[in-house]
């Protein structure tokens, strides 16, 4: 029993370092002396979490002394012509180049920067308890954060109302900032709400809602995931 002991310590430090939460490697671009790598995560993880990520990347691609990881939360898409919405960013330089933001310590002593660009757990735990008056009576279709504008935006379907969809855009204080009664029509058999004058519109498909913009009606401009 002796003998197997140092044995299992050594098993169990050589598993420290691997990361707990799913991720995929989307998209590697690569430049001199270094790599941007767009990494799809499948929740809002914690900074703990994130570094723990980085620190396997970075382990596995030592050949890149400047290594740049973008975290994206699900709903994004390479394909919306609104580009993809960056939640955590995690740098590495190489050790001569070390930077004052260079104040993270990741699993294997390398050090980095960290940065959440989107709305931590805990700050999106708060935007999800938000309740707007007047909504009680209506069935919740979703609440849909928007890291890029700061906002959530939360679809209400009214059955007594001949089914009448409502979508309210709050800001982080909880103020509304915009209030749509969408105009439902079925096109092509795709069901959309279309939400601006121009003929704007979005869709509201398998938790997902995803917004086209009418000067290119056909591609998605940004999706958005619920409960995330």
């Not at 509304?176 to 709400?193: D, Y």
Request: contains cysteine; aromatic residues 8%; neutral net charge.
């Amino acid at each position: 029993m002796k003998k197997l002991i140092p044995v299992l310590l050594l098993l169990l430090m050589g598993c420290s370092d691997k990361p707990t939460s799913p991720y995929v490697i989307l998209k590697t671009t690569k430049a001199t002396g270094g790599a941007k790598f767009d990494i799809q995560v499948y929740g809002r993880l914690t900074k703990q979490q994130l570094v723990a990520i980085s620190s396997k990347i970075k382990k596995d691609s030592s050949q890149y002394d400047n290594l740049q990881l973008d975290y994206l939360l699900p709903g994004n898409s390479f394909k919306n012509t609104g580009g993809i919405t960056v939640y955590a960013t995690a740098n590495y330089h190489e050790p001569k180049n070390v930077t004052p933001a260079d104040t993270v310590m990741d699993l294997h002593d390398n050090r980095l920067s960290f940065e959440f660009v989107g709305f931590t757990p805990d700050e999106a735990k708060k935007l999800f308890a938000l309740n707007p008056p007047d909504m009680e009576t209506k069935t919740l279709l979703g609440k849909f954060i928007d890291d890029y504008t700061k906002t959530i935006s939360m679809v209400y379907k009214d059955e007594k109302d001949k089914g009448q969809i409502y979508i309210l855009e709050l800001d982080t204080a909880g103020k509304i900032v915009s209030a749509t009664q969408p105009l439902e029509v079925t096109h092509n058999g795709v069901q959309k709400l279309v939400i601006s004058p121009n003929g704007d519109y979005c869709t509201l498909e398998n938790g997902t809602l995803t917004m086209y913009s009418i000067d290119d009606p056909d591609k998605p401009y940004r999706s958005l995931k619920a409960g995330i």
